[in-house]
């Protein structure tokens, strides 16, 4: 006790003393009805554990009509081993060894604690007056990990995983707005967005910074955020409402080979719903991804298994990388997928000889899907596209029509090609060697074979092609095919004829007198073989049956009857379960 002033007009009288006490009887010391700072922090002295030493002084004048305004109060301690429950966004408070500084003004705790399972280190500031910038301000660094995090209720995996080093500031105000910044460093994390195909492994450098606007502990808006983590470039904000996000904007997105400007992601209910304003894309990622063939079991869970809604519009794209030396450019595209099937797929775009490419698949009236596709230069697209190299030129048209209401929802179509070349092409050569026309592979090897065009109905169901009706033929030679093709199990079986039309049929041309009846008209042939392909569709097994003797009528109508209409109606082979390919 220590009264000072006695020779002056006024005196002041201080009050000091040491405390040594469980934390629960300190905080109830200082939650005193004329203290209440327990209260004001939000703190329980019932649910506390731990044990502390303090030292308190209160300065005050000797006045006989004393308000409590004018106590001056200091406290000073030090907090072993504190336990404290639902300190702040319903999360506990443990390990904490801590020094606190109190006053009437303010306070300020300080050291480490294990903060929902995550140790770090703590800087608080609170302030008690009416008139303070804010009313608190906690700062915590530490290095946390994904299975901490989950522990905590905040699972990030596998998006987030392993550790990253984070330093947090939150500051509230008395109005009930608050502030959350964070800066991450990444480079021990692991990061992983499958539905972007992108990675980062653990050790390469990682930085990210976020900063939150809540009200009463919710996020009301992201208003910016960045990272910057492998190759990943990204920055933003991200709009809320009613507590949920609804939009995210990003000005700027690069990673892997992607260079995205005027990027937005909405998120309506269940639909994802994205715009891209430009830029470059790398879509090799996913045109790649096939993985191994499926089981019965595996098709037949995928193929009644919804996925999340989605649609894409990018109207203006510099480029579409689809696979090495393989690009689309001046790219327009829309799309949209339900959680069962695609309704739109509308694509504009050049290809690399100048060609344009136009493909639409849109519902129309009737209950129906229609699909047109179409490009001046067949060989091209094909090869832009990374389903077949060895085409040169030849106009290329795919129409077809799907029954919404059907189930599986088949698509049934035509091809048409104009005329156009096969060049050397590893699979063709091996195909005719086994039909034993190896004079004709260095044909191929040279210009190609011509062909005058090409033909072919289809039926496409989940992931199988049944091929109905192909017919192609040029001077050297001549093909028909038919049977299916199933992407999911990735197995093949074709069988057809294969006819020489000149290369072998002339000789018969000079037999005398019965050369003109056994061809049956000039530039038509008589000799010809089946063959089949069928088996794995990456390496499948070529068998060709001996040569045999063809009427003339048949082959006047293999490659020349107009396959019209046909059977695009009939039913289409009823395959096993599928995906949605």
């Known amino acids: 006790l220590l009264i000072t002033g006695l ?6 009288i201080k009050v000091g003393g040491d405390l040594a006490a469980p934390m629960r009887d300190a905080l109830e010391l200082l939650d005193h009805p004329r203290l209440g700072y327990a209260s004001k922090l939000g703190l329980s002295p019932a649910s506390s554990t731990g044990d502390v030493k303090t030292h308190l002084d209160f300065d005050f004048p000797a006045a006989k009509n004393l308000s409590f305004k004018k106590v001056k109060i200091g406290v000073t301690a030090e907090m072993i081993n504190v336990g404290l429950q639902k300190v702040m966004f319903d999360r506990d408070v443990a390990d904490g060894n801590l020094a606190l500084v ?8 300080s050291g480490p604690l294990t903060f929902g399972g995550v140790p770090m280190d703590l800087q608080w500031l609170e302030n008690f007056t009416d008139d303070a910038k804010f009313k608190r301000q906690i700062r915590a660094v530490g290095t946390v990990d994904a299975e ?5 209720g905040y699972e990030t995996r596998p998006f987030l995983d392993g550790k990253s080093g984070a330093d947090l500031t939150y500051i509230s105000f008395a109005d009930g707005r608050a502030r959350l910044d964070a800066d991450l460093d990444l480079s021990d994390a692991t990061l992983a967005f499958e539905f972007a195909k992108w990675s980062k492994a653990a050790g390469q450098p990682g930085r990210g910074k976020i900063a939150l606007e809540l009200r009463d502990d919710h996020i009301v808006k992201v208003p910016s955020f960045q990272v910057a983590a492998g190759d990943l470039k990204a ?16 000005p700027a997105l690069s990673f892997g080979r992607n260079a995205l400007k005027d990027v937005s992601v909405g998120f309506k209910g269940d639909l994802v719903d994205v715009a891209i304003g430009g830029g470059d894309v790398d879509v090799e990622p996913w045109m790649s991804d096939d993985g191994p063939p499926k089981d019965d079991a595996t098709l037949a869970r995928e193929e009644n298994e919804p996925q999340r809604p989605f649609r894409l519009v990018a109207p203006s794209l510099n480029s579409v990388r689809i696979a090495e030396d393989r690009s689309l450019s001046k790219v327009k595209v829309e799309l949209y997928h339900d959680p069962m099937w695609w309704d739109v797929i509308d694509l504009a775009a050049t290809l690399p000889g100048g060609a344009p490419l136009t493909l639409t698949y849109r519902p129309a009236e009737g209950g129906i899907h229609v699909l047109n596709a179409e490009t001046s230069d ?9 389903i077949y190299d060895s085409i040169k030129g030849g106009d290329l048209k795919i129409t077809g029509k799907v029954k919404d209401d059907e189930p599986r929802r088949p698509l049934r179509g035509k091809l048409e090609a104009g005329h156009f070349r096969l060049l050397n092409t590893p699979f063709f050569v091996r195909f005719l060697s086994v039909a034993a026309l190896t004079g004709l592979v260095d044909v191929l090897s040279g210009e190609g074979f011509y062909f005058d065009g090409a033909t072919a109905r289809f039926t496409k169901t989940m992931g199988l092609i049944e091929v109905k009706k192909f017919r192609s033929a040029g001077p050297s030679i001549g093909l028909t095919s038919k049977g299916n093709i199933d992407l999911d199990r990735q197995k093949i079986d074709l069988e057809g004829v294969i006819v020489p039309a000149y290369a072998l ?3 018969l041309g000079n037999i005398p007198l019965l050369g003109p009846l056994l061809q049956g008209g000039e530039g038509e042939g008589m000799f010809s073989a089946t063959y089949k392909i069928a088996g794995d569709l990456g390496e499948p097994k070529i ?9 003339p009528g048949f082959l006047r109508g293999l490659f020349t009857e107009d396959i019209g209409e046909g059977d695009a109606e009939d039913a289409p082979t009823a395959p096993g379960a599928g995906s949605h390919k």
Request: aromatic share 6%.
């Open 378 to 386: 067949g060989g091209a697209a094909l090869r832009a596209l990374d």
């Open 148 to 152: 901490q995090m989950a522990a905590a």
């Open 235 to 250: 920055a933003g904000r991200i709009e809320f409402e009613g507590g949920k996000p609804v939009r995210a904007v990003l």
């Open 102 to 109: 109190l006053s009437q003004n303010g306070m300020r705790i």
């Open 7 to 12: 020779d002056q007009e006024d005196q002041f």
């Open 505 to 507: 049929n002339s000789i």
């Open 543 to 551: 068998e060709v049956n001996p040569w045999a003797a063809l009427a």
